[in-house]
T-cell receptor, first 116, second 114 residues
Framework: NAGVMQNPRHLVRRRGQEARLRCSPM?????VYWYRQLPEEGLKFMVY????????ESGMPKERFSAEFPKEGPSILRIQQVVRGDSAAYFC??????????????FGNGTRLTVT | AQSVTQLDSHVSVSEGTPVLLRCNYS??????LFWYVQHPNKGLQLLLK??????LVKGINGFEAEFKKSETSFHLTKPSAHMSDAAEYFC????????????FGRGTSLIVHP
């Protein structure tokens, strides 16, 4: 039973390029969360999605960042026109359809984005 | 609103000695609390969770945590540290009626000396 799969593990982009990060949740899970981790900081919430719906994007920067979770396929976090400050580890987590506030999240191993 | 404060950014112990990682939370509602561990270049793994049942919660790898409402604390302990416990530890809060989005502390780096 595969866990949460994120790819790529490492991504290098030059300033101004686009970055696409993919997340396949655990089998049977329909809730996806994206978090960003900067050095020496905890995980900062970005967006919470269910299939075909953005539930909460209060942590997403207003510009350049977008996320989707289509009916088929992985969730995608897209960063347009990347800047050096976007360099971070991006983690995806998933939870099952019946999950609530007291359900733990299942995390992927993250994508480490480096902007040069 | 809800928040988590991990009181130590780094904790250093010798192998075989007790571990204490401190966490205080703030929540206007009954919280659920979690501890996660992150080994270098890995994702996060759930150690244990508290969800309003027993206040002393036992987790994996010999860790446990005690929920103290009067002190708004949820400290993580282990009687005897092992070298493999060296990692980053995160305290997390979420709450019904509040933000159901899990909120993370800044993390505590546990260093274990031989």
């Amino acid at each position: 039973n595969a866990g949460v799969m994120q790819n790529p593990r490492h991504l290098v982009r030059r300033r101004g390029q686009e970055a696409r990060l993919r997340c396949s949740p655990m089998k049977g899970h329909s809730h996806v969360y994206w978090y960003r981790q900067l050095p020496e900081e905890g995980l900062k919430f970005m967006v919470y999605l269910q299939k075909e719906n953005i539930i909460d994007e209060s942590g997403m920067p207003k510009e350049r960042f977008s996320a989707e979770f289509p009916k088929e396929g992985p969730s995608i976090l897209r960063i347009q026109q990347v800047v050096r400050g976007d360099s971070a580890a991006y983690f995806c987590a998933s939870s099952p359809p019946d999950s609530s506030y007291n359900s733990p999240l299942h995390f992927g191993n993250g994508t480490r984005l480096t902007v040069t | 609103a809800q928040s988590v404060t991990q009181l130590d950014s780094h904790v250093s112990v010798s192998e075989g000695t007790p571990v204490l990682l401190r966490c205080n939370y703030s929540s206007s509602y009954s919280p659920s609390l979690f501890w996660y561990v992150q080994h270098p270049n890995k994702g996060l793994q759930l150690l244990l969770k508290y969800t309003s049942a027993a206040t002393l919660v036992k987790g994996i790898n010999g860790f446990e945590a005690e929920f103290k409402k009067s002190e708004t604390s949820f400290h993580l302990t282990k009687p005897s540290a092992h070298m493999s416990d060296a990692a980053e530890y995160f305290c997390v809060v979420s709450a019904v009626g509040g933000s159901y989005i899990p909120t993370f502390g800044r993390g505590t780096s546990l260093i274990v000396h031989p």
